[in-house]
């Protein structure tokens, strides 16, 4: 004892001494815990501001689905191309590639989303990745998975590094004991789907993370979308995509839904305006969380009948398919979005006869409809 006293009074101060014989202060050893989503205690991340910047850094995951690659587009518009970040885990086509940024993001992995969020200084996030309701029921796993487990990712993500979050929403949120004509924005949701059950979830914890912990979060509840652009992914409104394609093509269309199955509906370019602005409103302006958001409704019947007046030929079958007909009769007829109209000023651009004739003019240019007119 007395040789090991003797070294530390020796070697001690030698050890506490600079090389450079300046002067040093001794800092406190901080220890980390052992959880993959602390912060470390000496991290320091830059966020870039918007007056920084000019714009916010946008990152979508799920880009490659109906709304991800239009959406992708309407924003590097507005902020420039390299300032939006497309994200999935399907190859893009070659257009969609050399349109901006595309990377690979898995949202099952909280490591490799977190990075992506701080190393491109991430501030607006919209998260698209989700299984869609028809093919939720058959892999209920999955869609468990991608739609709950995914959303818990993003949202820990989201409120750890101050990122202004938005996740859709979809008339599969309400249920059979929902009033369906209209549907308020806050009623009773008891959906008897896994994707309905995944989006309550989603309107819910997102609800939490911003009284909570202060998180930006945004949720618009969007009818059926339909689109030119894209391939149908499941959906239950799918058929008033389908239907153009086929009279276009064909002149004719089975429909899996029963011809008076009324349901609220949105063109594609209305959604992705509606997305922007609810993200561009005042935090201040905002009473609620999550708001529905509507412009039409109709029945096949009534599409068909709006077809006929294009393409005089067209015959609509029906076969109805009892998965998707019971999911259908779930879902509202109508949406009541007058808090959407009061609050940011949302106005639809699009009805039933505008939505036809669009549709039709872009399957139409090399078909029957084009030789028609």
């Known amino acids: 004892m007395p040789v090991i006293r003797m070294l530390r009074r020796v070697v001690g101060p030698m050890l506490l001494r600079p090389a450079c014989g300046c002067s040093t202060s001794v800092l406190p050893v901080r220890f980390l815990g052992t959880s993959p989503r602390q912060v470390a205690a000496d991290a ?16 979508i995951t799920g880009g490659l689905g109906q709304l991800g690659v ?3 587009n309407l924003l590097r518009k507005r902020f420039g191309k390299d300032n939006v970040i497309l994200s999935d885990i399907r190859k893009p086509p070659d257009h969609v590639f050399h349109s901006g940024p595309f990377i690979y993001s898995d949202i099952l992995d909280y490591k490799s989303l977190r990075e992506i969020v701080v190393n491109n200084r991430i501030t607006w996030l919209f998260h698209y990745s989700a299984l869609l309701s028809a093919v939720g029921e058959a892999n209920v796993s999955l869609a468990r998975a ?10 820990d993500v989201a409120a750890e590094h101050s990122v ?9 949120a309400f249920g059979p004991t929902s009033p369906r004509n209209p549907t308020p924005d806050v009623c009773i949701q008891r959906p008897r789907t896994i994707y309905g ?8 914890m997102g609800e939490y993370y911003h009284y909570r912990y202060g ?9 059926g979308i339909i689109s030119a652009d894209s391939q149908p992914g499941g959906g239950t409104t799918d058929y008033a995509v389908q239907i153009f394609h086929d009279a276009a093509k064909h002149g004719k269309f089975e ?13 594609i370019s209305d959604c992705l305006r509606a997305t922007l602005e609810v993200m561009e409103a005042p935090a201040e302006s905002l009473s609620m969380r999550t708001y529905n958001i509507s412009a039409m409704s109709f029945t096949p019947q009534e599409l068909a009948l709006e077809v006929l007046k294009h393409i005089p030929e067209f015959e609509i079958t029906y076969n109805v398919d009892a998965v998707r007909q019971a999911i259908a009769d779930s879902w509202p007829m109508n949406f009541d979005d007058s808090n959407a109209r ?11 006869p505008e939505l036809v004739t669009t549709m039709l003019n872009f399957y139409g240019s090399n078909t029957r409809v084009a030789r028609a007119n």
């Open 197 to 204: 059950v995944s989006k309550v979830h989603a309107e819910l």
């Open 215 to 223: 998180l930006d979060f945004r949720c618009l509840r969007y009818p």
């Open 44 to 59: 320091n991340y830059h966020s870039a501001s918007f007056s920084e910047t000019d714009h916010p850094r946008v990152l």
């Open 70 to 72: 239009g959406l992708a």
């Open 342 to 352: 009061k609050d940011w000023g949302w106005r639809h651009d699009f009805d039933l």
């Open 255 to 267: 429909c899996n839904l029963d011809s008076s199955t009324r349901l609220p509906m949105m063109y």
């Open 146 to 155: 991608v739609n709950i487990t995914g959303l818990h990712n993003i949202l």
């Open 164 to 172: 202004r979050l938005f996740v859709p929403s979809t008339i599969g």
